[in-house]
T-cell receptor, first 111, second 116 residues
Framework: LAKTTQPISMDSYEGQEVNITCSHN???????ITWYQQFPSQGPRFIIQ???TKVTNEVASLFIPADRKSSTLSLPRVSLSDTAVYYC????????????FGGGTRLMVKP | DTGVSQDPRHKITKRGQNVTFRCDPI?????LYWYRQTLGQGPEFLTY????????KSRLLSDRFSAERPKGSFSTLEIQRTEQGDSAMYLC??????????????FGSGTQLSVL
């Protein structure tokens, strides 16, 4: 299983763009990269998923370089409600691997 | 609401008692996961089912823990002879595995267990 490393915490201000990077040096050929968001007392919520290059949806963008050993979650113009823990997961769910969460990045958005 | 449902939301028990949690996944999802999460940590994988078959089980899961998914729909997680170290949030997630796209987990709100 590919292990992931993320910053423990980050601070930002409302309206700024936030980039959270995840390292996954041992990513396997078939592994996808998935990011989840978790608020206190709730289960994680899927944000975005990608395999290579760039993926964008209505919430975030995911940048994956050619070597796929890292990925960056980009949150445009954050608001106070984006204060949460963000987890990067690497794995191939369809192959039956245990989908393992790391410690996540605690994002604090300040007014 | 057609999301993942967990019951109860909160459970307080005394050390040594048995507890059982229930998870109702999204109806068309064939995979169901159980995770445990303690304060300040990421969710820790416990076990997962594909339909009614339990395919993987974490080595961290002691013999006091057992999970079932008898008809491939809802699942139960039982903890026997609870210990204070079992206090945690127990999260259930479901997914639709198979096909070209990778798996996306949909989580319930969890059951918060406190063992006194």
């Amino acid at each position: 299983l590919a292990k992931t490393t993320q910053p423990i915490s980050m601070d930002s201000y409302e309206g700024q763009e936030v980039n959270i990077t995840c390292s996954h040096n041992n990513i396997a050929t078939n592994d996808y990269i998935t990011w989840y968001q978790q608020f206190p007392s709730q289960g994680p919520r899927f944000i975005i998923q990608g395999y290579k290059t760039k993926v964008t949806n209505e919430v975030a963008s995911l940048f994956i370089p050619a070597d796929r050993k890292s990925s960056t979650l980009s949150l445009p113009r954050v608001s106070l409600s984006d204060t949460a823990v963000y987890y990067c997961l690497v794995g191939v769910g369809n192959a039956g691997n245990m989908l393992t969460f790391g410690g996540g990045t605690r994002l604090m958005v300040k007014p | 609401d057609t999301g993942v449902s967990q019951d109860p939301r909160h459970k307080i028990t005394k050390r040594g008692q048995n507890v059982t949690f229930r998870c109702d996944p999204i109806s068309e999802h064939n995979r169901l996961y159980w995770y445990r999460q303690t304060l300040g940590q990421g969710p820790e994988f416990l076990t997962y089912f594909q339909n009614e078959a339990q395919l993987e089980k974490s080595r961290l899961l002691s013999d006091r823990f057992s999970a079932e998914r008898p008809k491939g729909s809802f699942s139960t997680l039982e903890i026997q002879r609870t210990e204070q170290g079992d206090s945690a949030m127990y999260l259930c997630a479901s997914s639709l595995a198979g096909g070209a796209t990778n798996e996306k987990l949909f989580f319930g709100s969890g059951t918060q267990l406190s063992v006194l």
